[in-house]
């Protein structure tokens, strides 16, 4: 039972276009939802976060939305730079107390 | 402020050996998570320890794997009799206090021949 769910294995945008990566969740106790992403080879490392108490969250080139009826949340990356060729995980807890649980991530090529 | 360190980065053992994973978590942080990934798979969450405690265990196989997380030292996860099946890379993260600030290791990635 998957309670993270990364639906496009892959995703290609060209070079300056925006990219937006959805993830969508089962567990109505999750309330704090965060992004990471991974090169090959090394560990994941943190994006962006949101609390269930906002909509959205901003930091730079990066936004997340969330939108808790859906129980769905996506990361828009403008504009994208082929440096941002990566996997990209979603992940989400209940209240930072509970192990994080990931989606099987998205693979993300920006293409000059 | 260094970031968390795992080594070694890759171990080959061979089956029936044992493995022991080492996690150093970031100053400051006494909260430790272990994850293992699969060939194109996510992240799967093993266990989660504070010092000389297991907090969490409920993502780890009840046979063969054990971790660890003792006063002085790093955190160690162990796999005897290892299997073709536990070659994976093994991550680890750390937090302060909750996982809304975890961070990763670059991971540990084990093949077993």
């Known amino acids: 039972d998957q309670q993270v769910k990364q639906n496009s294995p892959s995703l290609s945008v060209q070079e300056g276009r925006i990219s937006i990566l959805n993830c969508d969740y089962t567990n109505s106790m999750f309330d704090y939802f965060l992004w990471y992403k991974k090169y090959p080879a090394e560990g994941p490392t943190f994006l962006i976060s949101?609390?269930?108490?906002?909509d959205k969250n901003e930091d730079g080139r990066f936004t997340v939305f969330l939108n808790k009826s859906a129980k769905h949340l996506s990361l828009h990356i403008v504009p994208s730079q082929p440096g941002d060729s990566a996997v990209y995980f979603c992940a989400a807890t209940s209240s930072g107390n509970t192990p994080l649980v990931f989606g099987k991530g998205t693979r993300l090529s920006v293409i000059a | 402020n260094a970031g968390v360190m795992q080594n070694p980065r890759h171990l080959v053992r061979r089956r029936g050996q044992e493995a022991r994973l080492r996690c150093s978590p970031m100053k400051g942080h006494s909260h430790v998570y272990w994850y293992r990934q699969l060939p194109e798979e996510g992240l799967k969450f093993m266990v989660y320890l504070q010092k000389e405690n297991i907090i969490d265990e409920s993502g780890m196989p009840k046979e063969r794997f054990s971790a660890e997380f003792p006063k002085e030292g790093p955190s160690i996860l162990r796999i005897q009799q290892v299997v073709r099946g536990d070659s994976a890379a093994y991550f680890c993260?750390?937090?302060?206090?909750?996982?809304?600030?975890?961070?990763f290791g670059q991971g540990t990635r084990l093949t077993v021949v």
């Open positions: 993260a750390s937090s302060p206090l909750t996982l809304t600030e975890a961070f």
């Open positions: 949101i609390s269930s108490i906002k």
